[in-house]
């Protein structure tokens, strides 16, 4: 399977859902973007990663590489190898001698055990065309009373299906433009499923 090489884009706090942060992975090649709805713990420990600091007591990841480490486990990537029913899944992917392991784990863990060892993140293809965001391929929203209404309203599941496809791909580009990656994917999900 083809693998697409990420980086962290940005994390940022989700306003429509109480404690969650959303992690934004970016294609290194293109424009593509997949936003990960994550815990704030998680977040947290990503961020901490990222800064390199470090706690007077090791955070689970820290405690995970250390105990990787005494038993000489080397970790090698990490894939984001499916989406399925909006859930993002992931492994580890680690070698002890010769022997070359996969480990099933969260996005946002194995993300967290990447930033701290500077290993690569990848995502399948698949996971790319099914949950990702091209940013290349969107166009500058038409202004539209009613659409604009709705934009300045909010949107939520329910009324994305009172929407035109024109309407969508204007509504999409909209939260894009705001970094609403959350609204954003719930948006692009509604387009798929009318194709």
Do not use: W
């Amino acid at each position: 399977m083809n693998k697409v090489n990420l980086e962290i884009i940005g994390l940022t706090y989700s306003e429509s859902s109480t404690g969650a942060y959303v992690l934004i992975l970016g294609d290194k090649l293109s424009q593509r973007r997949l936003p990960i709805v994550i815990g704030g713990a998680e977040a947290e420990s990503i961020a901490v990663g990222i800064e390199k600091h470090r706690n007077g007591r090791p955070l689970t990841h820290d405690l995970f590489l250390r105990f990787a480490h005494e038993f000489g486990i080397e970790i090698m990537e990490v894939v984001i190898n499916r989406f399925r029913d909006g859930v993002y899944y992931a492994m580890v992917v680690c070698k002890q001698g010769d022997d070359l392991t996969m480990v099933d784990a969260r996005p946002s863990d194995a993300i967290a055990i990447a930033v701290r060892v500077g290993c690569e993140i990848y995502a399948y293809e698949t996971v790319m065309d099914e949950a990702g965001i091209n940013m290349e391929s969107m166009e500058a929203p038409t202004e539209s009373d009613s659409e604009e209404a709705l934009i300045n309203k909010g949107v939520d599941s329910t009324s994305l299906d009172l929407l035109d496809m024109e309407a969508l791909e204007d509504l999409l580009q909209e939260a894009i433009d705001n970094e609403d990656y959350q609204k954003a994917a719930q948006i692009r999900d509604e387009i798929n499923k009318r194709k």
